[in-house]
């Protein structure tokens, strides 16, 4: 059973940049949420995405957006990269969209220079 | 949301049952408390959820007391692969979960 997976791990992009990073959800389940983690900081929510919608959205600026396809998986773009959007990137699947019981992938480590 | 409260880091030895508290006075009717554990450069791993009294699995006990303004996460006998970061979050059904800086828990030989 297919846990989250996410992609890519790692990767370097500078200001001004924009970037993509990708995300499947764990088998079975359909609400992708995505959290930005700063080190030393716990995770801070984005936006959560139901039925291809975005459904709820945390305090990011509209650089922020995604999206999600009929099977699920999700895409978090960043555009006009700033040096404080160097982070860990973390997916979340969980079913129906309930919080409660979130399935973390090993996140996306993103580094602007 | 209802907002909470926990330890910023606890010290522990091997062998020994850990218990962190966590304080959410404004807990609502609907609320659900839930733990997640995680390590360096890792996602957050579910541990426990409850509602009230007590919730065990297979790795932690969760105590809420009746009033549920506070809860306590118990780990029995704790190894050093338990020193992580444990987060204590509130949530009602479809709400986003909101983490802290949650306890940092430093288990020693």
Not at chain 2, 40 to 51: L, N
Request: overall charge neutral; hydrophobic content about 30%.
């Amino acid at each position: 059973d297919a846990g989250v997976t996410q992609s890519p791990t790692h990767l370097i992009k500078t200001r001004g940049q924009q970037v993509t990073l990708r995300c499947s959800p764990k088998s079975g389940h359909d609400t992708v949420s995505w959290y930005q983690q700063a080190l030393g900081q716990g995770p801070q929510f984005i936006f959560q995405y139901y039925e291809e919608e975005e459904r709820q959205r945390g305090n990011f600026p509209d650089r922020f957006s995604g999206h999600q396809f009929p099977n699920y998986s999700s895409e978090l773009n960043v555009n006009a990269l700033l040096l404080g959007d160097s982070a860990l990137y973390l997916c979340a699947s969980s079913l129906g969209g309930r919080a409660g019981e979130l399935f973390f992938g090993e996140g996306s480590r993103l580094t602007v220079l | 949301l209802a907002k909470t409260t926990q330890p910023i880091s606890m010290d522990s030895y091997e062998g020994q049952e850990v218990n962190i508290t966590c304080s959410h006075n404004n807990i609502a009717t609907n609320d659900y408390i839930t733990w997640y554990q995680q390590f360096p450069s890792q996602g957050p791993r579910f541990i426990i959820q409850g509602y009230k009294t007590k919730v065990t699995n297979e790795v932690a006990s969760l105590f809420i007391p009746a009033d549920r303004k506070s809860s306590t996460l118990s780990l029995p006998r704790v190894s050093l692969s338990d020193t992580a970061v444990y987060y204590c979050l509130v949530f009602t059904g479809f709400q986003k979960l909101v983490f802290g800086t949650g306890t940092r828990l430093l288990v020693s030989p």
